[in-house]
């Protein structure tokens, strides 16, 4: 005998997640073991509610519980700038910084010849929607500095090169509050090529 | 605005769990809605049978889904070796290696004055119970060799010097497949105290 079965099903699900082996899956079971009632009521309703209320926002691709997610509905948002990016959690990630104020679009993916993701694998098309129907002035290319990423941005550049909108890409280098020993030379290179002057010499 | 309520909720839920920070409840939560709908509702239904479904074994204190667990109603197992263990993850534990054919008795704790566990806050009276009625010829004590599992180990066999038991310890040492090299001194100690004899030296 091993588990009761409830505790092995428990078990069975926590050892789906991504990074959790079988010793920490068994640690999480018996730890749910303790959790409070109401917990355990919030998280299963929270578990089945997740399939069905969340859908993704009809305009932006990311992950709402509304047809039209709060930001795109929202009536202080800057909708003249749009910041492309490849997840959901990515939007998150910009808002928690809490500074920008314009719209997002969730591709879904990165273009990747290598894996057959191909242009028309990707949320590209609602983009191109996006800035023909709205007025849209800035793109903002905000996906990870990789041959995905910038074959990604190289490809959204080209097709929206006749359309009137500024592109730009948020910039690389090396982050904040890194140790130099530890910043690997790619991203030295990359923090080279694109320096910015503080001061410019004259004479 | 952050993220759909839904995804929120199940982010604090899995950021009870120990180990599990926001990021990775993050990671969890937005994986969860990756989750086929079955896995989902096994995990759903497995949360809320954890707590109606799951007690204590009335003889052993084991988890167990009846009031006595398959290990102490089994008709098999050798009803005269009790394993006194600190958890209940321990008897699963020693279930998994499936070379051990005893009972067992879980204490839910070990002595400790400096926390203020005394004695009667684990469960040693049903332990003596168990002595007293059931034909038990050997308790073997199976905690962690700690001040709080030697402290326990030695208040077990005061209270069964009398009982006509055998009270024998899991012996402690090197772990196998260890790298000498970290092995650490305390360890190295103990395995230097309860050497074994391989061959005996006779003149």
Known sequence: MLYPETINNLIECYKKFPGVGEKSAERMALYTLEMDQEIIDLFAQSLKDSKKNIKRCKKCNNLSETDICSICGSETRDKKVI????????????????????????????????????????????????????????????????????????????????????????????????DMDYVDA?????ALQERKNITSHTE
């Open 186 to 190: 790619l991203t030295l290179e990359l």
């Open 83 to 178: 910041c492309v990016v490849e997840e959901p959690k990515n939007v998150f990630q910009f808002e928690k910084i809490g500074s920008y104020n314009g719209l997002y679009h969730v591709l879904d993916g990165l273009i990747s010849p290598l894996e057959d993701i191909n242009p028309e694998d990707i949320n590209l098309d609602s983009l191109l929607d996006r800035i023909k129907n709205d007025d849209v002035e800035e793109v903002i290319i905000a996906v990870k500095p990789s041959v995905e990423g910038e074959t990604t941005a190289l490809y959204i550049s080209k097709i929206l090169e006749d359309k009137n909108v500024t592109i730009s890409k948020i910039a690389h280098g090396v982050p904040m509050g890194a």
